[in-house]
């Protein structure tokens, strides 16, 4: 059942999106070469208590962090611990906030250093396809608009949207209905409505769609262990057009 906020409620939302996009922020203050991703998620955690939220993964169905961290191949849910971070690589953060009965959940992918050039066309294509699709999420288009235009952007460019993963609403639960997938046809799926709020997050492999877990039970990896890429907003549909709750999590494209 998909659940309409009313004005007052997206507003209330904000406060967790402001939230989130501040500790984005912050990672984008501390990542370098060097640092571990146990060091981002204590960091991380430490500014959304400060803020008086609370790290909505950590705990979620035993996901041990506050944050998800992956690195490289690793699509999403990677956890994150002692490794260490080295120039050129590619890092994925992913960070969701429960304040005032709300969530709030954004993503960001991120060079640590000087990443390669393929990797940086992945980290704009990636970018560029959430903004493709926030711009599709306006009262009276249909799921499969805000799909359809993330994937032709993102194959457009050769690159593959994970079919297995989706995004989602959002609201008083973290996950809620419906289903955002980043594939799809135009004029399909539910129709937009104003009040709808929804967690827009291509994912996007420089290879082969394909995916697989490891053993951990949660870090998702590429099949191929190619490159993969995962921005993030949560987003509001209203009567004036999307609206971004998170704005500041992800710079624009």
């Known amino acids: 059942m998909i659940l309409l906020k009313s004005p007052r409620e997206v507003q209330q939302m904000l406060h967790p999106g402001e939230i989130v996009a501040g500790a984005h922020h912050r990672v984008r203050e501390i990542l370098r070469p060097g640092i571990t991703t146990g060091e981002i998620d204590r960091e991380v955690e430490r500014y959304i208590r400060e803020k008086g939220g609370r790290p909505a993964f950590k705990g979620y169905r035993g996901f041990p962090a506050a944050v998800c961290i992956s690195v490289d191949f690793e699509v999403v849910h990677g956890i994150p611990g002692r490794r260490v971070l080295g120039d050129g690589e590619i890092v994925g953060v992913d960070i969701?906030?429960?304040?005032?009965?709300?969530?709030?959940?954004?993503?960001?992918?991120?060079?640590?250093?000087?990443?390669?050039?393929e990797a940086e066309g992945l980290l704009r294509v990636t970018r560029e396809a959430l903004y493709l699709g926030i711009e599709s999420a306006r009262a009276g288009n249909r799921v499969g608009d805000i799909s359809h235009a993330i994937q032709t952007h993102v194959e457009d460019a050769g690159f593959s949207?994970?079919?297995d993963l989706v995004g989602h609403g959002i609201g008083r639960s973290m996950h809620e209905d419906p289903r955002v997938p980043n594939f799809g046809m135009p004029g399909?799926?539910?129709?937009?409505?104003?009040?709808?709020?929804?967690?827009?997050?291509?994912m996007v492999n420089a290879g082969a769609h394909e995916i697989e877990m490891l053993d951990d039970g949660w870090t998702v990896v590429t099949r191929d262990r190619s490159p993969s890429a995962h921005f993030e907003h949560s987003v509001a549909v209203t009567e004036d057009g999307p609206v971004i709750l998170t704005e500041g999590a992800v710079p624009a494209a």
Do not use: C, N
Not at 188 to 201: D, F, Q, S, T
């Open 161 to 163: 949207v994970v079919r």
């Open 188 to 202: 399909e799926g539910p129709e937009l409505k104003a009040g709808m709020v929804l967690a827009i997050e291509p």
């Open 96 to 117: 969701g906030v429960k304040a005032g009965g709300f969530y709030g959940d954004a993503a960001q992918t991120l060079p640590v250093g000087k990443a390669s050039a």
